[in-house]
């Protein structure tokens, strides 16, 4: 059912759903457009109204080929709407979880695209927020670049920002995905140009990988994972990209590249890359099997269903269509961020390789326990054995004669 957005727009079409409100396919003066409808809820916030005023000059500023551009920003009544550029294409989760993990050659190409973005909107002194799969939009209808990769543009700028007011949040809540969050936000300090960098590093690895370096479990323990855990080599990279992502995911923000700086020295990569296959790795359970959500049963005849990618709040939730997952939580306090252990519980494994600690390496640890049991038995059963021979043996043998002499 189509519905009036200011004086200038018509929304026609739901194009999906998000924690944050509604897309529309809709019309402008201009042609089709995407109008993103905020919900009720923020629309009748005043000082949320205020913001989004004050913000429209920043965004409507924000032109870049990788930037999906914001026309206008509407205010009518209990109406509070972005109206975009119209993408013709799919987000870059929607392929994630079609081909589990891309090439490195268009997983490079895609992010380096990102990073460009990026540095446009830091330039412009803006700060994305909240990078993660689903707020980058591949243009299905742009020109093929490195390993088939189609152009992506960076949307939903300023959202996280619109919707992170401190009445809203105080001092002791954070907005974001937690898979994708800085260890500078979980820790409560405010978010810099490095939080974006620190999330699109995320986004490359998951590329990569199939799973996000951090990610897994309960959301808790997550954010704790950013703070105090390391992320370990993929295997099957080159050692350049490598570097380069562990600089990006570097917990002291100062340590990350600048975007522009990610952009030059990923695009370097892309010859290294070329004809390389996606990686061959294995997702690692979560860190606690026993304590995490089990994975829900798998029809018969297919593979059980694998958790990837950013985890819900609420347990048990339904991602929206559009996966725009927002979300508020409280600022762990330090006494919990340092009760995580050092090092890492996810590590990537070739594939094949079990976890250790997983249900899967436990199982293989008791098998070696009773075949090594049994094969202990076996033996000792064979040295008992071999001793009641040698002592049966010696009994049927003549005694030995008694040489010892008299004196006379």
């Known amino acids: 059912m189509a519905r009036k957005i200011g004086s200038r727009y018509t929304?026609?079409?739901?194009?999906?759903?998000?924690?944050?409100?509604?897309?529309?396919?809709?019309?402008?003066?201009?042609?089709?457009?995407a109008i993103k409808l905020l919900r009720e809820d923020l629309a009748?916030?005043?000082?949320?109204?205020?913001?989004?005023?004050?913000e429209r000059t920043a965004l409507l500023g924000l032109e870049h080929p990788h930037i999906v551009t914001v026309r206008d920003l509407v205010v009518d009544g209990n109406d509070l709407a972005l109206v975009m550029d119209l993408v013709r294409g799919t987000d870059l989760r929607t392929r994630l979880e079609r081909e589990r993990r891309l090439a490195p050659e268009a997983a490079v190409a895609i992010v380096a695209d990102v990073a460009d973005a990026l540095a446009a909107a830091h330039a412009a002194g803006v700060v994305h927020r909240d990078v993660k799969p689903e707020n980058v939009l591949l243009d299905m209808q742009g020109p093929l670049g490195p390993g088939g990769s189609h152009p992506a543009l960076l949307t939903d700028f300023g959202v996280a920002k619109l919707i992170d007011s401190p009445k809203r949040t105080r001092a002791t809540k954070i907005i974001g995905t937690p898979d994708y969050l800085a260890p500078e936000i979980v820790e409560g300090l405010p978010p810099r140009a490095a939080v974006d960098i620190y999330a699109l590093a995320t986004v490359l690895y998951e590329l990569l990988a199939g799973f996000t370096p951090f990610g897994g479990?309960?959301?808790?323990?997550?954010?704790?994972?950013?703070?105090?855990?390391?992320?370990?080599?993929?295997?099957?990279?080159?050692?350049?990209?490598?570097?380069?992502?562990?600089?990006?995911?570097?917990?002291?923000?100062a340590s990350r590249l600048r975007a522009s700086e990610l952009a030059a020295r990923l695009r370097e990569q892309l010859p290294l890359l070329a004809g390389m296959p996606p990686l061959d790795v294995d997702e690692p359970g979560p860190a606690d099997e026993e304590a995490a959500e089990p994975a829900p049963a798998a029809p018969p005849g297919e593979e059980p269903v694998r958790r990837r990618g950013a985890v819900s709040l609420v347990p048990g939730a339904r991602p929206d269509s559009n996966r725009d997952t927002h979300t508020s939580m409280r600022v762990p306090a330090p006494d919990e961020l340092a009760g995580g252990a050092h090092g890492t519980a996810r590590a990537p494994r070739t594939s094949g390789t079990p976890r250790p600690g997983s249900a899967r390496h436990r199982a293989t640890l008791r098998r070696r326990r009773i075949t090594l049991g049994v094969a202990g038995a076996v033996v000792a059963a064979a040295v008992g054995v071999g001793a009641w021979l040698a002592s049966a043996d010696g009994d049927d043998r003549p005694a030995p004669a008694n040489h010892s002499t008299s004196a006379p």
């Open 44 to 54: 009748s916030d005043q000082e949320l109204v205020g913001r989004f005023v004050q």
């Open 11 to 33: 929304a026609n079409q739901i194009l999906g759903r998000g924690s944050a409100g509604t897309v529309w396919l809709g019309e402008g003066p201009d042609g089709p457009v």
């Open 217 to 253: 479990g309960h959301p808790g323990a997550v954010l704790r994972r950013h703070v105090t855990e390391t992320v370990v080599p993929l295997p099957g990279i080159p050692e350049e990209l490598w570097q380069l992502l562990v600089q990006c995911l570097a917990k002291a923000p």
